[in-house]
């Protein structure tokens, strides 16, 4: 939690003195690391689902008990963000509100993106399916991620989204959807 | 409410035994189906915008208490849903977060989409103007879809939306506006 | 406040007689005018910030206390709105849901846009760092404005966004990044 309070100072340029504890972002990663994640992993599914709505219903930031987070999480507004059941965040990450880290529909089991660590995503990106972005990745504004993995070290914009720098280069590389 | 409720079973992979009954997204439809349109069908209005707007507090789902919704619909996580008074919905149709069902400013009475049977339409989908989408059609996530109306049995991507799918074939149909 | 229900009347044909006191626009709008922001402006930025994500959490619009408003203005649907501390508003505008009002995470200072009067921003328009939009403008659904400024007198739309409309006149303009 010390990590996460870090990572507001470290990214929000609004932030004034005590008011982070104020922010719904870190209420909802709060609620979800100590209390419906924990009930999650003692299969105490219908209560973990229970905290994890009504987390919801009070910051408007819908992360499913069973994502897995990694320390320093920074969620700024937050509001209609959905977080899937299987999809895994890594650390000194930031999420923007309306971001979807969602599945397609067409998948069991693992149907949920896999982030690597300090990722940047955007306002109302959205991104499906059982896909893995690496590390060191921005991904801008509104950018759309359906089906492909992302490589690290890059920046990705648009709908759908493509590579615009890669390694420090400019690049302009539309992903192939590598899986169906 | 029974074919709602066995349409959450048919679409989630997540749902694990009695978690259905914590879904916003069906109590969403349950307080509109019961409660805020029969209000607005005896021209209790005031009342029934008031229950919708106590429903869109409570889900964060935005139903207008004059829009018609057949059986079986499966709202998956809801955030931000916003369904206009003039809107229709046919049976068994599934409806992601933040998908809009709106109006362009520009017409009154009838000036909300109508949907069609077993119609999917994903996260962030974007359907503005009294247009008409077919059945069996499935509209992808992010896809904004304005002032034309979409056939039966295909598929639309992108935005704007073009139909890559038809009648089981791969095909690329830009819409052109059909209407004003 | 006054000048806010005008708003309302001039704008909403789903409004019948007086619905508009349920409106969680008016209600985000009057609690920002009236409580948020002249406490920001007394310097009392945590009781401001406290009451604006109480307000978010009554409306689902986020206001941030320092963003500085117009008279007259039209919040429809309203559900994760998200308007930055440094933004200003026109008089006369009409936002709808899922519009952002936002920065960049580049900036310092002044890092949100400016609107000018009689602008209309449809759905998820989302509006990123320290712009100038004119006055007299449609920014249409789902557009996408990063980091550069839009002239008076036009209609935008597209993610990126393109003037199609300029003092009247059909045109096709591609803004330039004029900003970094």
Not at 72 to 94: K, R
Not at 115 to 137: C, H, K, W
Request: hydrophobic share 40%.
């Amino acid at each position: 939690m010390f990590e996460d309070i870090k990572a507001i100072f470290k990214n929000d340029p609004a932030e004034k003195g005590l008011q982070w504890i104020l922010y719904p972002g870190l209420h909802a990663i709060t609620c979800h690391r100590y209390l419906a994640h924990p009930l999650y992993k003692a299969h105490l599914f219908f209560l973990a689902r229970f905290v994890s709505q009504l987390n919801r219903f009070m910051t408007n930031i819908e992360i499913h008990p069973g994502a897995k987070i990694g320390k320093g999480l920074f969620i700024d507004h937050g509001s209609a963000i959905v977080i899937g059941e299987t999809a895994v965040i890594g650390e000194n990450c930031t999420l923007f509100h309306n971001v979807t880290l969602g599945g397609t529909g067409k998948h069991t089991g693992k149907r949920h993106p896999t982030i690597g660590d300090n990722v940047f995503i955007g306002t109302g990106a959205t991104l499906l399916g059982p896909i893995t972005v690496g590390s060191n990745v921005k991904i801008g504004a509104e950018s759309v991620i359906i089906m492909h993995d992302i490589p690290s070290n890059c920046t990705v914009v648009g709908a759908p989204g493509r590579i615009v720098r890669l390694n420090g280069e400019k690049v302009d590389i539309k992903p192939e959807r590598t899986k169906e």
